[in-house]
């Protein structure tokens, strides 16, 4: 009985702080790096922008959600925000298309080389950096509102009268749920829709589209609008369950990027796998397994450590050893992508 | 056309600019003593410090008003934001101060780790007094400071015994600590770990956390599987030790909270969803007679006394001004030599709303011992000795328990 009791508790200190925190960043940061691939598959360029055009329409969210909370309007359990939403992808494919034909354009018509792209996207994303600290200012900010738990950790322990709580917040059962949502009518619109074809096939071979009559433009336009859709979701998601602050949107553009090229750049189901290994990675790496040795060992067996393998403070270094692995050993990621 | 327009623009701006100077120099010649307050009015402890400056004014205006300091000079303070965290930032703060705006003393800093920075960079180097309200890191006692660096905060090394037998009166005898990864944080730190040890007590696991996570649900996790059911916390009330919090009440991690003076703040209680209902901390302060005078006195000028350094500031102001009527002057030297003995024993003891009479009684030629708000009493290295308040939430309010 004890022994059972002790697997029961050991699998729900590990669902508690590793399955369900990681699968919720994994979800924020597979949308993110979809959003990036699919620039790259279509656009053929890095774009460095990505970070902050999700802070843009995740402050776009956030005034909206202010406004709804003052006029009194709420979503009941759910967050505001989701009411906010739209508005503020509205207002993100407004900018990304904007910001396309004022800047990328020019490029595309001079047909530049990968690298000024990036180095225009850069200066776009310090733009952006810029207008949104202008805007909201550089502090954090919670706009999550609504009921916080699914299962609190308190009542779990109350109900199952295990030692060790699971508890589920509303926001990471809402990020898992919209991910799971965006990205399979990503891949029915990518597979199915006549346009989500032709964008494939501009992919894959650009001049042999152009042959067969596909509209470059359109496809472009079709592509920044996914982006910035997926990008604002994975910013108003990260916002929910995190809390909003340009600046760490910003540091965002590094996980997302070695999900990206983890997983194979151009390639949308590369991004998601690498998604969740970068997030899963990072959370079993820097987690203190002495409580689950508690559980799970004979008494005289456990150790004084935490059996910590890297310090929280570390968890940053783990997305850059990541991309560096990824580059030396294998640069076209799990799914076969492009070579940055 | 286009050309006189922009002659035009020119002429005013450069006459605009000739009346400023002009009026700068005319300030100059009415005595007009400038003092600089350098506080973190951006960073992890922005919700603290519109409070302590507003103190400090307090004892300017006072200053002025009362038209006793060296026959009539009056004091126009200049704020400068520290940032509290990031040095170079303040650095170049207190340099403006100190070389272009020329002020004769500094009310500040206040986290520690930029308190060091702007003392051994630009203060003690310039000779300008630095009086710090709040800056507790148990280095500062022994930086070099040639005379120049005051506090009227105590150190944490104090504040770690005070927090260690708060903890062990109560019969909490383990302890997980996690604190911020900056000057105060592990100076509070060790001087807590090793007061708490010697006490009997035994700290299961100490880490340290970075400002300005989003999320702080990692560093709780390796935290909780220390098994300790107790969890100081040593940082900032709108940074990194409220994520902390946060994410330990989501969890259901640990059962009692004690924090340190960094986290005192109504603000914590305000953005934190859940019960803090039974948190305890230390927060320098006493019940003193002049803490009730402060607290009148800043009522009647339309201000809130009561809260985090605030007193402290207004000490901190108070001494460098009488420093400067016992010397006869407002020179950089003459703060820092007149300083300890306007604070400490011998003399008539001024409290709170009576710096005017304690002007008079320097300007007479006599000697004070400045009690302030907060029982100012300096030891020979120049910071307050000490008194602290024990405090525990109740009814989502921090409430006075005792005074240690």
């Known amino acids: 009985m004890g022994g059972f009791e002790n697997s029961l508790n050991a699998l729900v200190l590990l669902a508690n702080f590793v399955l369900v925190p990681a699968l919720a960043y994994g979800s924020q940061l597979a949308l993110g790096a979809v959003g990036v691939t699919l620039i790259f598959g279509i656009l053929r360029f890095a774009n460095f922008a990505h970070g902050d055009t999700m802070a843009f329409g995740t402050m776009v969210t956030i005034f909206c959600t202010w406004a709804l909370q003052s006029a009194g309007i709420s979503a009941g359990p759910l967050p505001t925000a989701l009411l906010a939403l739209p508005v503020g992808i509205l207002a993100t494919i407004a900018l990304v298309l904007l910001t396309d034909r004022f800047v990328f354009r020019f490029y595309r018509k001079r047909r530049s080389p990968p690298v000024i792209y990036i180095v225009a996207s850069v200066g776009v994303m310090f733009m952006l950096n810029g207008l949104v600290r202008l805007l909201i200012g550089p502090d954090d900010r919670k706009f999550t509102d609504g009921e916080r738990f699914v299962i609190s950790a308190r009542e779990f322990k109350q109900s199952t009268g295990l030692a060790e709580g699971l508890s589920i917040q509303t926001t990471q059962a809402l990020t898992i749920g919209v991910a799971i949502l965006a990205v399979a009518l990503l891949f029915w619109f990518l597979q199915k ?33 996914l982006a910035a859709v997926l990008a604002v979701l994975a910013g108003v998601l990260y916002g929910l369950d995190k809390s909003f602050k340009p600046f760490i949107y910003f540091n965002l553009l590094l996980p997302f990027f070695a999900a990206a090229i983890l997983g194979g750049i151009g390639q949308p189901v590369g991004a998601i796998v690498g998604g969740y290994i970068v997030a899963f990675t990072e959370v ?12 799970l060992l004979p008494s005289g067996w456990v150790p004084d450590g935490l059996l910590q393998f890297l310090s929280t403070d570390y968890k940053f270094a783990i997305s850059f050893i990541i991309l560096v692995l990824v580059l030396l050993i294998r640069p076209t990621g799990i799914f076969r992508g492009r070579v940055l | 056309m286009q050309n006189r327009n922009l002659l035009l623009i020119l002429a005013v701006l450069i006459i605009a600019g000739a009346v400023y100077f002009m009026t700068a120099e005319q300030q100059k010649k009415d005595q007009d003593i400038k003092m600089g307050v350098i ?32 026959g009539g000079a009056k004091i126009t303070p200049l704020r400068a934001d520290s940032t509290c965290v990031d040095a170079a930032a303040a650095t170049a703060a207190a340099e403006r101060l100190i070389t272009s705006d020329n002020v004769a003393g500094i009310m500040g800093a206040d986290c520690s780790g930029v308190t060091t920075a702007v003392a051994n960079n630009v203060a003690v180097p310039n000779g300008v007094v630095m009086v710090s309200p709040s800056a507790t890191s148990p280095a500062l006692t022994t930086i070099d400071d040639k ?13 770690g015994e005070v927090l260690a037998a708060v903890l062990k009166d109560r019969g909490i005898s383990e302890v997980a600590v996690t604190y911020t990864n900056n000057d105060y944080g592990k100076g509070f730190a060790d001087a807590f770990v090793a007061a708490f040890e010697a006490a009997g007590g035994s700290v299961s696991v100490t880490t340290s956390h970075e400002e300005g996570k989003g999320d702080y649900a990692a560093e709780v996790g390796a935290l909780a599987a220390s098994g300790s059911d107790t969890l100081v916390v040593l940082g900032y009330s709108d940074g990194g030790g409220r994520g902390i919090i946060q994410a330990s009440l989501d969890a259901d991690s640990f059962q009692q909270f004690a924090v340190g003076d960094g986290m005192i703040s109504q603000a914590l209680i305000d953005g934190i969803s859940g019960d803090l209902t039974g948190l305890i901390g230390t927060l320098p302060g006493s019940d003193a007679a002049g803490a009730k005078m402060f607290l009148d006195l800043a009522a009647s000028k339309g201000k809130d006394g009561d809260g985090p350094y605030r007193a402290e500031s207004y000490d901190a102001a108070a001494l460098m001004m009488l420093a400067m009527q016992a010397g006869g002057n407002a020179e950089r030297e003459t703060v820092a030599k007149n300083l300890m003995a306007v604070a400490n024993a011998p003399g008539t003891e001024i409290f709170p709303g009576e710096l005017a009479k304690g002007l008079k009684i320097l300007a007479d030629g006599g000697q004070v011992n400045y009690q ?33």
């Not at chain 2, 922005?46 to 008003?65: I, Q, Y």
């Not at chain 2, 005379?147 to 504040?159: E, H, I, K, N």
């Open chain 2, 372 to 404: 302030g708000a907060t029982n100012v009493e300096l030891t020979d290295v120049g910071e307050a000795a000490g008194s602290y308040k024990e405090l525990e939430v109740k009814n989502n309010k921090f409430e006075t328990v005792s005074i240690r």
């Open chain 2, 39 to 70: 506080l973190g009015f951006t960073g992890p402890i922005e919700s603290l410090t519109p409070g302590m400056a507003d103190s400090a004014e307090l004892a300017f205006a006072e200053v002025s008003e009362s038209g006793a300091l060296l």
């Open chain 1, 193 to 225: 829709t006549r346009t989500g074809k032709s964008m494939r096939a501009f992919s894959d071979n650009e001049d042999l589209a152009l042959l067969c009559g596909i509209d470059p433009d359109r496809v472009v336009r079709v592509a920044w609008i």
């Open chain 2, 147 to 159: 005379g120049y660096f005051f506090r009227t905060a105590p150190s944490d090394a104090r504040q």
């Open chain 1, 284 to 295: 079993t790496a820097t987690y203190a397994y002495k409580q689950l040795a508690v559980y």
